[in-house]
């Protein structure tokens, strides 16, 4: 490997990375959005602490959406799918085997999803445009997530084909938020129960 080639090949490794920590943030904003959505086993809970939770889940998902643009964005000093692409047309030895233009394609086929959620995060999440704010459509959650999960996986192809490793996106606090929600579920029974047993001026 001449000195050219070495440095493309420590100049992709560390694009991967930095890309890698993008959608490992994504994924965990999203994972911990979803278990603090209002679903019949929640609700009364997050109803119970809604000046923690509203907040909270608006925040969670604003950074999904900026994460989410960051590894889309067509801004050359961005960590970002499109520099992968770009690199990988010019030097496909970084990658073997992998189709450029058909990772492209698969991103494409989202194309409404991403809208959504740039346009969620200029008129909300980091900007406050109004005029986009009066237009935007809205990001569901359904798009939102098999956007994440084809992300992942055309990351996942493209890591196994130049390191012949492959990432997971398993995240390790999966479940965090919804063990939280149930704590405090638990806790607010207990409570109740003393209150009964004790009488509310005891």
């Not at 602490?49 to 964005?73: M, W």
């Not at 196994?160 to 806790?187: C, I, M, P």
Request: hydrophobic share 35%; glycine share 2%.
């Amino acid at each position: 490997m001449d000195i050219d080639d070495k440095a493309q090949t420590q100049e992709f490794s560390s694009l991967l990375e930095e890309l890698r920590k993008q959608l490992l943030e994504a994924s965990m904003l999203f994972d911990a959005s979803e278990q603090t959505w209002p679903t019949a086993q929640v609700v009364d809970v997050l109803n119970r602490y809604k000046g923690f939770f509203q907040p909270t889940r608006k925040a969670l998902f604003d950074q999904f959406s900026i994460k989410v643009c960051n590894v889309i964005s067509n801004d050359r000093r961005s960590p970002s799918f499109h520099k992968v692409f770009k690199m990988l047309d010019t030097y496909s030895n970084l990658a073997p085997n992998i189709d450029v233009q058909s990772l492209r394609k698969r991103l494409k086929q989202h194309k409404v999803t991403i809208t959504n959620i740039e346009n969620y995060r200029n008129a909300r999440a980091a900007h406050w445009d109004i005029d986009i704010a009066v237009e935007k459509k809205p990001v569901l959650y359904g798009d939102s997530k098999k956007l994440l999960k084809e992300l992942q996986d055309v990351f996942n192809e493209i890591c196994r084909a130049s390191t012949k490793n492959l990432w997971s996106f398993k995240v390790s606090q999966h479940g965090d938020s919804a063990a939280l929600s149930n704590d405090l579920n638990e806790l607010w029974i207990i409570r109740k129960k003393r209150i009964g047993e004790l009488g509310p001026y005891d």
